[in-house]
């Protein structure tokens, strides 16, 4: 009985501690990507999609980085180049979703770099949430009799 409850134990620290893992990569690229965003569209005066979604691309990387390397290491992993193409397809979906609410809730609001930031944050809710639900179950799914090539 014992053995079963620090299992249960282990087994909730293991999926706590991945989840603040990915929280906490997620917090990084999330600093980068607003600053980058931020940047690029008060600084170097890009349009404001345009800005959004070069920050984004680097953001995705970053993350995938991350994740990889760090939330999701002790998970046996397809090959780099299997996975990264599987995380572009996850966030592609994730950043359509992430974009197509920007985009909405910046038409919804004024204009000042409040109402960019609102529509940054509810954008980037949703991008997190897919994100979390594609890498979980797909691009760092455990491999049980998958070959790892």
């Known amino acids: 009985m014992q053995s079963q409850q620090l299992s249960v134990i282990q087994t909730l620290r293991r999926n706590y501690q991945q989840e603040l893992q990915f929280l906490l990569v997620g917090a990084a690229v999330f600093v980068v990507d607003g600053t980058l965003f931020f940047l690029f569209s008060q ?16 953001a995705v990387l ?5 994740n990889r390397c760090w939330t999701f290491r002790s998970r046996q992993q397809v090959a780099k180049v299997r996975q990264l193409l ?8 994730a950043a359509a979703a992430n974009l197509s609410a920007f985009y909405w809730v910046s038409q919804l609001l004024g204009k000042t770099m409040l109402d960019a930031a609102l529509a940054f944050s509810v954008g980037v809710l949703v991008g997190l949430i897919l994100n979390w639900l594609g890498a979980n179950f797909w691009t760092y799914r455990a491999i049980e009799h998958e070959k790892l090539t």
């Open 43 to 58: 600084q170097l005066n890009f349009p404001l999609m345009p800005a959004r979604a070069c920050a984004f691309m680097i």
């Open 62 to 66: 970053l993350s995938w980085m991350g």
């Open 86 to 93: 599987i995380s572009v397809v996850v966030s592609s979906i």
